[in-house]
């Protein structure tokens, strides 16, 4: 089987194209990325297809006017004031509970799915800097899973000849800009990326989903210019109280709009009270916002820290290794007892030919492709290093 008629199989059997990042990677940069997409799509439809504001005015309005101020109160920040309250004659104080956010709030959700996907591209710019094209060993190590007897040795030689390649030369990380070269000067005298590089790189990412997810709930409370970051906790609070999911006052269904109509040389003030459907969906759509952003903060966090334990624990790596290894026809494992100098020499394998960055990549092809193709994958590794 060729590689285009590999390519024709993939396809009809539906399954994805394979990405070089995690699965929680995924759900971040793809998952929550289409969400705010669709979610801005459906408040922009809902914001130009229907009418976002009604204001009641007098009835000596013409029908024009009354499309006028439709308008210019919709463009112009209406105010909420209580229904028991008496509106303040001071403008300053009513402007004070101005509502600033209903006009862009597709602008807000789709500036929460740009921020999602910012670590990818972090993830995509510096992985590239090693000497490993990630992508290409996973795609190669997927093919190998489709062929079989002597085409598959081949395919599992030529992945295996591209995987020591890269074992032998990370210890220089080249860089397409002269002006990196100081940089990597000062990270090859530290030690950093020997062995280390894609693993310190894919931390720092896992990192930035987490944090990203965090200050999505301090930008949009900034945005908003409400109580966004503890939105979860009143709708809790409130709900154990009877009352309604949230303070009417928050996402407000009436306001209030003040303008000014000049007749000649007469310039008259009104108050006009204004009714913002749109704001039924932005409750729903905000308090799906505040549990998605506190859910994903959750998920990638432990995620960060799971990653970096494993990573930081030489423990973790050689027994991850070494179920995959086969010595004398055996498949060792965490309980199988082994003779002193093969231990050793795994050990050796593991954190001085593998080192951090080769089981990462392991790790990867195991979770990306099979199990049985890392495992072929890693005694073909063995089997060169013993020689």
């Known amino acids: 089987m060729g590689i285009n008629d590999f390519e024709l199989a993939r396809k009809l059997a539906g399954i994805k194209d394979l990405t070089d990042d995690s699965r929680i ?63 303040p004659n001071d403008k300053y104080l009513r402007h004070e ?12 959700l789709l500036f929460q799915a740009v921020l999602f996907y910012v670590p990818r591209l972090f993830w995509k710019g510096f992985s590239g800097y090693s000497s490993l094209n990630i992508k290409k060993i996973i795609k190669n190590s997927n093919e190998i899973s489709y062929k079989y007897g002597k085409e598959r040795k081949e395919s599992l030689k030529g992945t295996v000849e591209y995987f020591e390649k ?58 908003l210019g409400i109580r966004f970051k503890t939105l979860g906790p009143d709708i809790l609070k409130r709900a154990t109280m009877g009352d309604t999911l949230l303070d009417p006052n928050i996402f407000p269904i009436v306001t209030f709009c003040d303008f000014e109509l000049r007749q000649m040389t007469n310039v008259q003030t009104w108050t006009v009270q204004c009714s913002l459907p749109i704001n039924l969906f932005s409750e ?29 624990l030489p423990y973790r790596a050689e027994v991850y290794v070494q179920k995959f290894l086969t010595v004398d026809g055996v498949r060792t494992g965490m309980y199988q007892k082994i003779p002193e100098h093969l231990t050793e020499s795994q050990k050796d394998f593991v954190h001085s030919f593998l080192r951090r960055d080769g089981v990462f990549l392991i790790w990867m092809l195991s979770n990306k492709v099979n199990q049985v193709v890392a495992g072929e994958i890693v005694n073909e590794l063995w089997i060169n290093y013993t020689k």
């Open 25 to 87: 990677h995924q759900l971040n940069r793809s998952g929550c990325l289409i969400f705010f997409i669709a979610v801005a799509i459906a408040v922009s439809t809902k914001l130009y297809v229907g009418n976002p504001i009604q204001c009641w005015c007098p009835a000596q309005f013409t029908k024009y006017q009354r499309a006028y101020i439709d308008s210019y109160c919709w463009v112009r920040n209406t105010y909420v004031i209580d229904f028991n309250s008496t509106i």
């Open 97 to 108: 509970t101005e509502i600033p956010y209903y006009q862009w709030t597709p602008i807000i």
């Open 166 to 223: 890269y074992l032998k030369i990370r210890n220089r990380v080249t860089t397409r800009h002269r002006n990196m070269e100081q940089t990597n000067e000062t990270i090859a005298a530290m030690g950093i990326h020997k062995g280390n590089y894609i693993v310190l790189i894919f931390l720092l990412t896992s990192f930035l989903y987490a944090a990203t997810a965090l200050c999505q709930i301090f930008i949009v409370d900034s945005l």
């Open 284 to 312: 729903k759509i905000f308090i799906a916002n505040w549990f998605l952003l506190v859910i994903m903060t959750i998920i990638n966090a432990i995620y960060f820290l799971y990653n970096l334990v494993s990573t930081f």
